[in-house]
């Protein structure tokens, strides 16, 4: 822990480390959802929506690991446990047990318009208190915001491509 870094954050680090630590199972729920339903997605555009999905759980895994370097420096430790994600989580888990496209991208887009709130009230929070996690947040903040683009734009192709064949 770097005690000057530390020392600088205007606000309750404790309570700074918990919440990130929430959004911390939220990335790793998130990653897990879009790996797994890459997989076993079924229906039009198939091949898109794996790619998409794929991608997006790069980054979801991306995302978590920026959230552990910062609960590190902030003197924290990030969840140990795959069962604390369950505990901590702001979005929960949806299992895609439907596995059609348009059933696993409503899924989705739900788990990132949670995040999305998440993430707005992050920055919220630490906007005049800590500008590092700021930063970062919104640095998140802009992939949340660009992944529901990316998901909304998909269902809608596949609308126009059923109602084109219709
Ligand atoms: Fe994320
Ligand atoms: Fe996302
Ligand atoms: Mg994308």
């Given at each position: 822990m770097g005690t000057k870094g530390r020392a600088?954050?205007?606000?309750?680090v404790d309570e700074l480390v918990e919440l990130l630590n929430k959004a911390f199972a939220d990335e790793w729920l998130a990653y897990y959802q879009y790996w797994v339903g890459a997989i076993v997605a079924q229906g039009p555009m198939r091949g898109a929506v794996f790619a998409e999905l794929t991608e997006h759980a790069a980054d979801e895994l991306r995302h978590a690991g920026m959230l552990a370097d910062r609960i590190i420096q902030l003197g924290g430790t990030p969840?140990?446990?795959?069962e604390d994600w369950y505990k901590m989580t702001n979005c929960g888990y949806e299992p895609p047990?439907?596995?059609y496209v348009e059933v696993l991208l409503g899924q989705n887009i739900e788990g990132e318009q949670c995040a999305i709130e998440v993430y707005q009230r992050l920055a919220e929070t630490t906007k005049d208190t800590d500008p590092l996690t700021y930063n970062m947040v919104l640095q998140i903040l802009a992939d949340e915001v660009e992944h529901e683009e990316d998901l909304q734009a998909l269902v809608e192709d596949i609308h126009l491509m059923k109602s084109r064949h219709a």
């Open positions: 600088i954050v205007g606000m309750d969840l140990l446990s795959p047990e439907d596995p």
